[in-house]
């Protein structure tokens, strides 16, 4: 039995007509969770309540919080709003016509990763699952990547604070490099950050290079794993067997933190990876397993992909595997002739070779 925090009002996470992130991906997927996996003894959907000022504040400047509530506040009644956007936004973040309501909906996101720690912790749900969470870009004063504020920093910094734990892992296998999350822990070592993204020199946000690795005390702890374009399965397999699950099994986490959706699929409209259906299930499966180092106590946080047709199916397809429920999940879109086998697989051996002699000093597994 795990849990899905979802709210419906998380379609106001919304940009607007014409934007890339829409806020119905949220509707199609659970009236798809719900046609295919029925609730029996599987699952339970709940509720969270939304972030108050105080929970911001754990992960972001007050400067920061009061103009992005105002700004957005404002552009969902179609309103302007004085204040200079770009000083707190990048351009992928301004609304395209009338968006939803959309710092609502962000701060009922970081409430569900708050709600998410407590009930992991409490000891409820071992497996607890964030829909809409995985907002990675954010950084403390600054929005990005359609990122308002990071619920992924959030269950870091909140699980570091209240509950005082000192090895806690996120796991980032959003397509995207999780830059935000990297700035908040790039200097901790309680935190291992692993990232598993496209090669940033051919997607945004054009970081998390094999180089960088932390700093200060957090040296070691940042460990970026830039995969080639059209890397599918068996590029991703090798990632996890030969650094992400010998470093966990040294970390030895107390708990596993991982956020990503779809983006890495062979379809996506915005990214260039080569991962069918299957693959998700995979990482999930990956997840699952490796968290019984720490009893199966778990977070994921699922947000992201870029094809509608795709999502629900990845997304459902994560869900399976994290939790061993073993359905059948059909591939949404025809596999591309040239992603038969994984050609990538020989540029992925060399980043996996990279990535072990960058870090090789901090893990005596990758020796």
């Known amino acids: 039995m795990f849990a899905i925090l979802c709210r419906l009002e998380l379609k106001e996470y ?13 509707e199609v997927f659970r009236q798809f969770l719900q046609e295919n996996l ?9 509720a969270a309540g939304p972030a108050t000022d105080k929970d911001l504040l ?15 506040q404002a552009a969902n009644l179609g309103l302007s709003y004085p204040g200079q956007f770009f000083r707190f936004h990048s ?11 959309l710092e609502e909906a962000a701060r009922l996101i970081v409430g569900q990763a708050k709600k998410a720690c407590d009930l992991v912790q409490e000891g409820e749900f071992k497996k607890v699952v964030s829909i809409g969470g995985g907002l990675h870009h954010a950084k403390p004063a600054y929005g990005e990547g359609f990122c308002l504020y990071n619920d992924v920093a959030f269950c870091g910094l909140y699980l570091l604070q209240k509950y005082n734990l000192d090895r806690i892992l996120i796991l980032d296998t959003d397509a995207h490099a999780g830059n935000g999350t990297s700035e908040y822990f790039y200097h901790e070592p309680r935190v291992l950050f692993i990232d598993l993204h496209q090669d940033p020199r051919t997607l945004y946000p054009g970081t998390g290079f094999a180089n960088q690795i932390g700093s200060g005390n957090g040296r070691g702890f940042n460990i970026n794993i830039p995969m080639p374009p059209y890397a599918g399965d068996d590029s991703y397999r090798l990632a996890f067997e030969t650094i992400v699950e010998p470093v966990v099994k040294e970390f030895k986490p107390q708990i596993i933190i991982r956020n990503g959706g779809t983006d890495p699929h062979f379809a996506d409209g915005l990214t260039n990876l080569g991962l069918p259906v299957s693959g998700f299930r995979m990482i999930g499966e990956k997840v699952r397993q490796m968290a019984e180092i720490c009893d199966g106590r778990t977070i994921d946080l699922i947000a992201s992909g870029y094809n509608e047709k795709v999502l629900p199916y990845g997304w459902l397809a994560l869900i399976c595997g994290l939790a061993g429920i073993e359905l059948e999940i059909a591939e949404p879109e025809p596999i591309p002739q040239k992603l038969g086998t994984d050609s990538s697989l020989p540029e992925t051996e060399k980043v996996v070779e990279e990535v072990k002699r960058q870090l090789r000093d901090y893990w005596s597994c990758l020796r």
């Open 14 to 26: 919304d940009f607007g007509p014409g934007h890339s992130f829409r806020g119905d991906r949220y």
């Open 38 to 46: 029925p609730v029996d003894d599987n699952y339970r959907i709940l």
């Open 58 to 72: 754990l992960i972001c400047e007050k400067e920061y919080v009061d103009f992005t509530k105002g700004f957005y």
């Open 91 to 101: 351009g992928d973040n301004q609304p395209l016509g009338r968006p939803g309501k």
